[in-house]
Structures are given as structure tokens and as C-alpha cells.
């Protein structure tokens, strides 16, 4: 074995590792989350083009549910021939919805906030926030959950008056965001434990 490729495998070893600290997902599941994703594509982008007079900036909603289809499509592809482990596949689609929704949530809520808009970016944070909490530990989909929560809240506090309807519904969304983040990161994982149980 060369130097060289025992570097490689170190540090596919080190990035498993890092893989397995916060995802506990298998193909079957990774399957499920990525047909789910890939199924929620269209009826989404239908939801922001619907709400383009209450949502600036849609066309860059529109186009990042895009850009999620195309890297979905490529992880079903390198799911389905083994050419990713399930957590490396949970770890890089989490990563890119996370990314492109915190892109564009920001740009979204404030244009909002200038014309008095109630924007309609909040339906998406619990659609990630289950997806992600599906494969996850449960520390780590509950973290997430309060995590992506104190964004959405934190932008609605900063660019919303008092009087505002977004800032009104505010406790209601983030109660609602962090409950079903932990509900789900327990049933999950009472399931995963039920299963490998049976086994």
C-alpha cells in the first residue's frame, strides 16, 4: 500500500467518523428522505410562484428548490450504485438545504419586513427541519431544530415592527418548529431502536 493511499484512507476514516457523530441514517431511510425531497420539489416552487406578491425575491426561492432537485437527483444516483454511504448522503443534502435556506430566508424576510409583506419563507423551515431530524441523532436534529429556529426568529425580531403580523404569529411558529423538531428526533429514534431490536 502506497503513502498515498493510506493518506486516502485515513482521511475517509476521519470524515466516516465525522459522518457517524451526527447522522445515524441507513439506505432504506436515506432513500426514503431523498424521494421525499425530490417529491416536495414541485409543490413547492408552485407554493412561492402562487406567493410571489407577498414574496420578494421568489424567483431565487424558486431557483434554489432547483438546485436542490438537481443535487437530490444526484444523490439518489449515488445512493442507488453505492457510491456515497448513507450518512456522507445525509451529511452533503442536509448541508446544501441548510445553506441555500438560510441564503435565502435572509434576503426574503427582510425584503418582506420593507413592504410590510407577511412572507410565506416560514412554510420551509419545518419541511428541513424534518428532513433533517429523520436521520439525525437526536441531540443533533433537537439542536438543529432550536438552531434553525433562532435564525428564522432572530431575523423576524430584527426587521419586523411590534404590530406586524409575522411578529405577532412569531411564538406560535418557533413553539411549533422546535416541538415537532424533538417530537420527531424521538419517534425516529425510538424507531431505529425498535428495529434494531427486531433484528
Known amino acids: 500500500m502506497t503513502s498515498t493511499q493510506s493518506t486516502e484512507q485515513q482521511r475517509n476514516s476521519y470524515i466516516d467518523r465525522f459522518d457517524a457523530r451526527f447522522f445515524a441514517t441507513s439506505p432504506q431511510l436515506e432513500r426514503g428522505a431523498i424521494t421525499f425531497r425530490l417529491i416536495a420539489a414541485l409543490p413547492l416552487a408552485i407554493l ?5 406578491d407577498r414574496l420578494p425575491y421568489w424567483e431565487y426561492a424558486i431557483g434554489t428548490i432547483a438546485i436542490i432537485f438537481a443535487v437530490n437527483l444526484w444523490l439518489r444516483y449515488s445512493n442507488n450504485h453505492r457510491r456515497i454511504t448513507p450518512n456522507r448522503s445525509a451529511l452533503i443534502g442536509s448541508g446544501a438545504d441548510t445553506l441555500l435556506l438560510l441564503l435565502v430566508s435572509n434576503l426574503a424576510i427582510r425584503a418582506s419586513a420593507e413592504i410590510s409583506s407577511t412572507s410565506e419563507m416560514w412554510l420551509v423551515f ?31 425580531l ?21 416541538l415537532m423538531g ?10 431505529r431502536q425498535s428495529g434494531s431490536d427486531q433484528e
Open 126 to 156: 419545518p419541511l428541513v427541519i424534518l428532513v433533517f431530524v429523520y436521520r439525525a441523532k437526536p441531540i443533533t436534529g433537537i439542536a438543529y431544530s432550536v438552531l434553525l429556529t433562532a435564525w428564522y426568529s432572530a431575523h423576524i
Open 182 to 191: 424533538g417530537l420527531a428526533s424521538t419517534l425516529t429514534n425510538s424507531l
Open 158 to 178: 430584527l426587521f419586523f415592527g411590534s404590530a406586524d403580523h409575522a411578529m405577532t404569529e412569531l411564538p406560535i411558529r418557533a413553539t411549533f418548529f422546535v
Open 48 to 52: 412561492m410562484y402562487s406567493s410571489r
